[in-house]
């Protein structure tokens, strides 16, 4: 139920799908569902956890799999900005496709909560990507900033423009300024 409410979440967002269409993508009755929670905010926050959750699970298995921190980064802003991310909303990064939602969401609503857990937690893991010499502590998390906020940002303009050119230039220019040399000396590596 709550894996289906975090895929359903993410492609619809949470205005776009009512307890009956949960119940039903689960394969469960509609009466059933307040056994198992109090109300869907209660769902929508768990489920945001979960997305989260997969996101956070995709930096460890990059940091774990690719020791040399650069290309841990690398890989990760070949899988984020690339079409096949795009088109798949509802396995994708839980930042990009719950920010309006959050944004919406009053402050101690369940998704608010769980939105800013999560972007906390992506931020951490993020920044531990970005330590390298000449490049840790402060500078670290100004950097692991940024490139949030310009992934999420490309994405979510990617995917509003849908399978066009424009749509594949969004995130081919944003992949090749982060790539880039010179936003590593422009954010402080001394360049």
Do not use: W
Not at 106 to 120: E, I, K, N, T
Not at 171 to 182: H, I, K, V
């Amino acid at each position: 139920m709550v894996a289906v409410t975090s895929r359903l979440l993410r492609e619809r967002g949470a205005a776009g799908m009512s307890v009956q269409d949960l119940m039903g993508a689960a394969g469960l009755t509609h009466g059933g569902f307040y056994k198992h929670f109090s109300s869907k905010d209660e769902l929508v926050g768990i489920a945001a956890t979960t997305a989260f959750g997969e996101l956070l699970a995709l930096l460890d298995q990059l940091a774990s799999d690719l020791p040399d921190r650069s290309e841990a980064r690398t890989e990760l802003l070949r899988h984020y900005l690339s079409p096949e991310h795009r088109d798949t909303p509802g396995t994708g990064c839980a930042n990009t496709a719950l920010a309006a939602d959050a944004a919406r969401s009053p402050a101690d609503s369940p998704l608010r909560m769980s939105y800013a857990v999560g972007v906390q937690e992506t931020i951490t893991r993020l920044t531990d990507l970005e330590n390298a010499p000449g490049r840790d502590g402060p500078e670290a998390r100004r950097r692991a900033l940024v490139d949030l906020a310009t992934m999420v940002g490309a994405l979510t303009l990617a995917r509003a423009t849908g399978q066009t050119p424009l749509s594949e230039e969004i995130l081919q220019t944003a992949r090749e300024a982060l790539s880039s040399p010179a936003a590593a000396c422009r954010d402080g590596d001394g360049g």
